[in-house]
């Protein structure tokens, strides 16, 4: 199975500040991955899909980059309505693995 | 409206069976992959299986066979059969739509139905 590791599992930020998740596969997903918000109590929403697409409604402000095996989420100027945890997903396989999450803290 | 909407949670002993189901709105299950996906309570997501448009289904190797997944395309829905349940399947089920038939990511979720195994 092809496993999926991100970093920080937490980070800590200001309103305004500019904020980069990684995400890194064990071996390489091509640009399949996407990227999820999920705020307490409430279902994932998707964000970025096939790497670098920005998902119909979701902000300019946020961006995917990445292939092959290192995969980043980039927040440029975080809102309050950002700070949420992120989780990334591969569907290169059948197993549509998730990360483990990192959670965007003020 | 693109709607999801999962029923069939609740309390079951160790070892017993239990029936999800997710009644989808708004579009067919033949026109998009279909996951179910868990979250224990205060964790990470965990992928558990899928259902492609095509009706080829995969379920995570963790679960050993004990879950099985199927559709009703007459209904227009998905099922999770969840056999010989332990105390670690309590979570949030989620049923969840890809953004196409096959490979892609989820682009609509169900507000999830909580399962709890406990004696």
């Known amino acids: 199975d092809i496993q999926m590791t991100q970093s920080p599992s937490t980070l800590s930020a200001f309103v305004g500040d500019r904020v980069t998740i990684t995400c890194r596969a064990s071996?390489?997903?091509?640009?399949?991955l996407a990227w999820y918000q999920q705020k307490p109590g409430k279902a994932p929403k998707l964000v970025v899909y096939k790497a670098s697409n920005l998902e119909s409604g979701v902000p300019s402000r946020f961006s995917g980059s990445g292939s092959g095996t290192q995969f980043t989420l980039t927040i440029t100027s975080l809102q309050p309505e950002d700070f949420a945890t992120y989780y990334c997903?591969?569907?290169?396989?059948?197993?549509?693995?998730f990360g483990q999450g990192t959670k965007v803290e003020i | 409206e693109v709607q999801l909407v999962e029923s069939g949670g609740g309390l079951v002993q160790p070892g017993g069976s239990l029936r999800l189901s997710c009644a989808a709105s708004?579009?067919?299950?033949?026109?998009?992959?279909m996951s179910w996906v868990r979250q224990v309570p205060g964790k990470g997501l965990e992928w558990v299986s899928v259902i492609y448009g095509s009706g080829g289904t995969f379920h995570a190797d963790s679960l050993k066979g004990r879950f099985t997944m199927s559709r009703d395309i007459y209904k227009n829905t998905v099922s999770l059969q969840m056999n010989n349940l332990r105390a670690d399947d309590t979570a949030v089920y989620y049923c969840?739509?890809?953004?196409?038939?096959?490979?892609?990511?989820?682009?609509?979720w169900g507000q999830g139905t909580l399962v709890t195994v406990s004696s």
């Open positions: 997903q591969q569907y290169s396989t059948y197993s549509g693995t």
């Open positions: 071996q390489s997903i091509n640009d399949w």
């Open positions: 708004g579009f067919t299950v033949t026109s998009r992959y």
């Open positions: 969840a739509r890809g953004r196409a038939a096959g490979r892609d990511g989820i682009d609509c």
